[in-house]
Each structure stands twice: as C-alpha cells, then as structure tokens.
C-alpha cells in the first residue's frame, strides 16, 4: 500500500513539474456587439499571463451588403519583449459607414483575427472569429455629416468583484503556506458538518467496533488516524489531478457498477456484524500473517478510508473549486495539494473523534456488544442503501428504508411485552416510521421527511404547489444548453450543474429549491439544469466551458448572457443566504 501511494505521488508531482498550457479556447474569449450609436465593439479576452501582438489584430467586414468601415479606434498598447502588445483584455471601437443608397436592416460578418504568446514561452496559431450583427443602416453617418461621438475604448483593468471560489483561490496565490494551511483546515472542519461526510461515522465506527475484544483507546485512535490519512491521501490525489486535467474523478466513480459493488461491499460488512460469519484471513493464511496481523488490520482500515474518500467522500465545496482553479491557472500542484490535503485532515478530525469514541466507550462483550453490533450492522445497511439512491429509482429506496426500519425494530422488541420501556417506545417509533416509508412508497410519494405527503387532496394546496412548484429545463449537452440560453436572451437566467449521485444537489432540491420565499423569487428567473450525472464526453464539455469541476454550481446569467462571476455558487447554500444572493 504505501509503494501505490508513494507511486501515486511521485506521478501527480511529476506532473506537477510541467508547465500548465492553457488551450485556445481558453487563452482567448472573443466578442463583437453594435452599441446604440450603431458602433461595433470588439472585444478579446485575454486570460492571466497571456498577451496579444497589436500588430496581429485585424478587423473586417465580410458580406458587407453595403456596409463599410470608417475608422478603427485602438487602445494603447505597449512594449513588451520588443514588440507592441496588448497585456490586458483591449477594446476596440470601430465606426461604420454605408454605400450611397444602402437603407434598412443589413446583416454583417464582421471578422476578429488575432495571435497571442502566453508567458510560460508557448505561442498561439493565428485565429480568426466571426460575428453576425444586425446593421440599423438608418442610424449609420451620411456623407458630409458631423461624426457622432465615439464610444470609450478601453484596456479591460477594472477589478471585478469576485465569486467565493475565485477568493479562496486567490487566497492560495497571496498568502504564506502557514496561512493557507491553516485557512484550508478551517475549511475542512466546517465541511465535516455537511451531509457529505456523514455516511463516514457509520463506516469508521463499524471499523473501529469490528475489531472485537482487546481494542483500546490508544489502537482505535490509530486505526482511525490511518483511515483519516489514507482518506485525505486519496482525495488530495484525486483533487490534484482533478486540477491538473479539469476532470471530476469523483464522477468517474459513480457509474453503477461501482455503485452496485461498493454498496455490496456495506452489505458484506454488515452482515459481518450481526453475526452470520466473521470477516477473516482463510487459515492457512493466518499462521503466515499472524505476526503481523496488526499490520493487515492497519491496511485494511486504510484501503476503506481511501475508497470511502472517493466513492463514500464529500461534495463538491467552494473551498475544493477554489484549491481546483488555483492549480488548474498555475499548474502548482504542490502548493494546491498541500491546501486539499489540510482540507482533508480538517473534515477527518470529527471523523477521528468518533472512532476513538467508539474504541472508549465499547463496551465489554455480552448482550450490549450484540446489540451495539448490530445498531452498526443497521447503519451498514443505511450506508449501502442511501449509495443505491444514486442508481436506481427513488421509490425502490424508500422501499428498502422502510424494510430496514421495520427489521430494526422489531429486533428491538417492538412486539415484545417484556421489552424495557425506553426501548420499546424508540422501537415502536422506528417501527412507525419506518410503515409510513413503505406506505409511502406504494402511494408515489418520493420524500423522506414527508411520507404520506400523497395522501393531500386538497385541490387548493394541489394548486398553490404547481404555482410555486420550481421546475429546471433539463439540458445535456452544449448544444442544448446554447440553444436554452440563445432562446431565453434578455432574461435573467439560472444555470444549474447537478447530477443524480450528488448529495449536495439533493440538499440544495430538497431544502433550499423548497423554500417558499425562495421558489417565489425564482419566478423571476430562468430555470436550466445541466444533468452531468452520466459524466459523458458532451457533459465534461459543458463543465469544461463553464470552469466546472464537480456539482452542485449555480452560475447567474444577465440579459446580455455574460455569466455573473461574483454571483456563482459552489455547494450547499443555505435557503437564508440564497435568497439574499438573489
């Protein structure tokens, strides 16, 4: 195990070494648009450490039907290695003039040809954009006639106001190390209280309470300490090479064979746990390890705590994108994967504190260690189905949920008339529950906290619901998400990365998209959800475009369909905090 991770490393730091190239699409943005003067402004974006020869910069008109330029209007460049550039994103203003005769409407081609350098020492092809536009001839100078005023050109230096993401990833580029490590285990500690990492305490706790007789405080506070590192290990690798490839590893990982293995890996464990057999090495294999059985139960906490980072592991979080885009702009991936890796060890120490506690607190065997088993073994089950939620239909787990409870219960004496009080009232309450789940179920309802929903027939709450009901127009590709935003031009608009395995996602539907203050002001709005839940070729170019490493994100669009960068939203928010975003 420890040659796979110090491989695993020396791969990602190698990697790290090279210089991180931006593509085309990426180094350069372009844009043309007619102001109300009838003057085109032409735009080229350039990203951090990358600049244009001025000297390159050609603007034309192709199909002109009458149409023709006048004067082009540069800003000021400067001298740079020898020759004129442009450091910062240039605007240019180019005024137009028509033919004797021209009159109404007329559509151009007005062309943008460009070449830039980036500063790591690698130069650009020449490119050439298109844009169509829409000439008001009528508004346009005639002959002899005073100019009308120009519009400002201009070097793009404003700071912008910045989304959290970019903060945070800022915060890695400006600060000391000690700064930033403390800063991302900050972070980590207040992930940990986020519902991502809750399907951990079962995981670590079932560990640390399989071990059986002999297991004491200081063992249970190592084993939980492995599985923390080797958790924090394997998401700092995924995360780093995340960075540097802009893939979601995470997502790699949901296909449902996986899903369906590691579901059935919880199911093993715990009927482990109530008793049907022992999880152990074959005998023949004990007496060749026997002497380092402490050693094997120390891999096997690790390899759980790696997978568990990864399949099990939390969502996707402001702090995570930020650490992502730093690495993704510089290429530092040791810098980055220091902060993803202080992160980790941040979200892990709950996570030790419960294993600990269970190691201290176990108690001796007999009839409590039966039960504590299989409270864990139920836990187990719990795990393994809210990871088939992501695969298979909604009602199917509720079902399961349900049988679950009810199973729990009654092996809690439910039914039995000798059953301690306390004992039987939370058993009779699981039990309860646990019906209406079923029920549920069998009647359509899809909600956990509301089972019996179904069971409203009121025709006036049926009404209010579907008015104030939020509904996302599902899009999977860029083609259908540009043909959303094109048909949707000067309105406010939401687009919303989500995929099915997303616990996240979930929590913002389930919470924050319910809200009634919330789907009220979302009437204003736009709806549009980008499904990545199948991590295909045409939705990795969806995130791709939009700097997406892994859901939940929401982006604002305004009418002019320019994203709203201070406004994006990386996470779980809060309905309060949505509302005022909003």
């Not at 991180?20 to 450490?49: G, R, S, Y």
């Not at 009308?148 to 970019?166: F, G, I, R, Y």
């Not at 930033?180 to 209280?193: A, D, E, M, V």
């Not at 139920?378 to 079902?399: P, S």
């Amino acid at each position: 195990m420890k040659k796979i991770i110090l491989f695993l490393l020396s791969t990602v730091f190698l990697f790290a070494s090279q210089p991180k190239f931006l593509m085309p699409e990426d180094a350069f943005k372009t844009n043309a648009k007619l102001n109300k003067n009838m003057q085109v402004e032409a735009t080229i974006d350039i990203a951090k450490d990358i600049y244009l020869y001025e000297d390159a910069i050609k603007l034309e008109i192709k199909n002109a039907n009458g149409v023709l330029i006048e004067e082009k209007t540069f800003p000021k460049s400067v001298d740079h290695h020898g020759d004129k550039v442009f450091l910062k994103s240039p605007t240019f203003v180019i005024d137009l003039k028509k033919d004797a005769g021209v009159s109404g409407m007329k559509e151009i081609e007005f062309a943008i040809s460009y070449q830039g350098c980036s500063e790591q020492g690698l130069c650009y092809e020449p490119y050439t954009d298109t844009f169509k536009l829409q000439v008001d001839t009528s508004k346009l100078d005639k002959p002899n006639q005073t100019k009308k005023p120009k519009a400002e050109v201009s070097l793009k230096v404003v700071e912008e106001e910045l989304s959290e993401t970019d903060t945070i990833a800022n915060t890695i580029k400006s600060g000391n190390l000690f700064v930033i490590l403390l800063t991302f285990f900050g972070f980590g500690l207040l992930l940990s209280l986020t519902p991502c990492v809750f399907p951990m305490i079962p995981i670590i706790s079932g560990v640390i309470i399989s071990q059986g007789e002999g297991l004491t405080t200081r063992k249970a506070f190592v084993l939980s300490l492995v599985y923390v590192l080797a958790m924090a290990i394997a998401y700092t690798i995924a995360g780093v090479l995340a960075g540097l490839f802009g893939s979601n590893l995470q997502a790699a990982l949901q296909t449902p064979w996986v899903i369906y293995s590691f579901s059935g890996v919880f199911v093993v464990l715990a009927m482990s746990m109530f008793g049907f057999y022992e999880l152990k090495l074959p005998d023949s294999l004990v007496a060749k390890v026997s002497s380092n059985s402490s050693r094997s139960g120390f891999i096997g906490v690790a390899i759980m705590g790696f997978l568990s980072a990864l399949i099990v592991g939390p969502c996707v979080a402001a702090p995570l994108a930020g650490a992502l885009v730093y690495i993704g702009q510089t290429g530092d991936a040791i810098l980055g994967g220091a902060a993803l890796f202080s992160m980790s060890i941040g979200m892990g120490l709950p996570l030790i504190a419960v294993g600990v506690s269970a190691g201290k607190f176990m108690p001796k065997p007999g009839a409590w260690m039966t039960m504590i088993s299989a409270i864990f073994g139920v836990m187990m089950l719990g795990v393994a189905i809210w990871m088939l939620e992501r695969v298979v239909d909604y009602y199917v787990v509720m079902i399961l949920f349900g049988m679950l409870g009810i199973g729990f219960s009654i092996y809690l004496g439910a039914f039995e008339k000798e059953a301690h009080i306390f004992r039987k009232s939370v058993a009779m309450i699981i039990f309860i529950y646990s019906t209406s789940l079923f029920v549920g179920a069998m009647g359509g309802s899809t909600s956990m906290s509301k089972p019996l929903s179904f069971l409203q027939t009121s025709s006036i709450a049926t009404s209010q619901n579907k008015a104030l009901h939020v509904e996302f127009k599902k899009v999977v590709n860029l083609e259908e998400l540009n043909a959303q935003l094109e048909k949707n031009k000067g309105k406010k608009i939401i687009l919303d990365f989500a995929a099915d395995w997303c616990t996240a996602c979930k929590e913002l539907d389930e919470v924050t998209f319910k809200d009634e203050a919330i789907k009220a002001k979302l009437s204003e709005y736009v709806l549009i959800r980008a499904d990545v839940t199948s991590n295909t070729k045409a939705q990795k170019a969806m995130s791709k475009k939009y700097g997406v490493f892994g859901p939940p994100v929401v982006i604002f669009f305004d009418e002019n369909l320019n994203v709203i960068k201070s406004k994006t939203i990386v996470g779980f928010m809060e309905p309060k905090e949505f509302l005022k975003h909003l």
